[in-house]
């Protein structure tokens, strides 16, 4: 159950575009598409962004999309806001377990 | 309105025991598979355990698997977490999440909704 692998930072102007990329093996993120994306912004509980790696659940913004290829998949804001700055965290369900990232800091200059 | 209340949390020794409480409203709680997540102080999120809607079904980290319990009263609407043989490193905020259906395999492994999380401090 190792920890799927993200970039510790990334950042971006306000109406830039930016990704985030989640890596894992052929045994969890290359397997399934059961990744999702997480954000969290200081002080407060997780909220799912981004599930079955490209569904948005109702309410989250259509700036926020998901892909996968191989075994990375991706998160991509675009149209950046200020109020995007967060922690962002990917998993993978992978038989009987699951795993997350090690989260990345997002940050809107 | 989904809520997701989470009790229990505290200063423990090593060692030592803590049984966290989740009280769920506002869903079908029998219907949906429900996890434990915990966040170490400045650290990522690292899930820890999982229970299906009948309860009949559960999974673990290795990294407690031995040491902490997870079960559910679907007549109470709340899910349980038993800590035994508590380290150091168990020192986290604990958050239970709501899967999106009612096993893991079928799309437990997305949680839609989080509560607020319960601290537990592990320290002599």
């Known amino acids: 159950q190792s920890a799927l692998t993200q970039p510790p930072s990334v950042s971006g102007s306000p109406g830039q575009s930016v990704t985030i990329s989640c890596t894992g093996t052929s045994s969890d993120v290359g397997s399934y598409n059961r990744v999702s994306w997480y954000q969290q912004p200081p002080g407060t509980a997780p909220k799912l962004m981004i599930y079955?790696?490209?569904n948005r659940p109702s309410g989250v913004p259509d700036r926020f999309s998901g892909s996968k290829s191989g075994n990375t998949a991706s998160l991509t804001i675009s149209g950046l806001q200020a109020e995007d700055e967060a922690d962002y965290y990917c998993?993978?369900?992978?038989?009987?377990?699951?795993?997350f990232g090690g989260g990345t800091k997002l940050t809107v200059l | 309105e989904v809520q997701l209340l989470e009790s229990g949390g505290g200063l423990v020794q090593p060692g030592g025991s803590l049984r966290l409480s989740c009280a769920a409203s506002?869903?079908?709680?029998?219907?949906?598979?429900m996890s434990w997540v915990r966040q170490a102080p400045g650290k990522g999120l690292e899930w820890v355990s999982a229970?299906?809607?009948?309860?009949?079904?559960?999974y673990y980290a290795d990294s407690v698997k031995g040491r902490f319990t997870i079960s559910r009263d679907n007549s109470k609407n709340t899910l349980y977490l038993q800590m035994n043989s508590l380290r150091a490193e168990d020192t986290a905020v604990y958050y239970c999440?709501?899967?999106?259906?009612?096993?893991?395999?079928?799309?437990?492994?997305?949680?839609?909704?989080w509560g607020q999380g319960t601290l537990v401090t592990v320290s002599s």
């Open positions: 079955e790696v490209s």
């Open positions: 229970i299906s809607g009948s309860g009949g079904s559960t």
């Open positions: 506002g869903f079908t709680f029998s219907s949906y598979a």
């Open positions: 999440a709501k899967g999106g259906a009612i096993t893991m395999v079928q799309g437990g492994y997305s949680f839609d909704y």
């Open positions: 998993s993978s369900y992978t038989s009987s377990s699951m795993v």
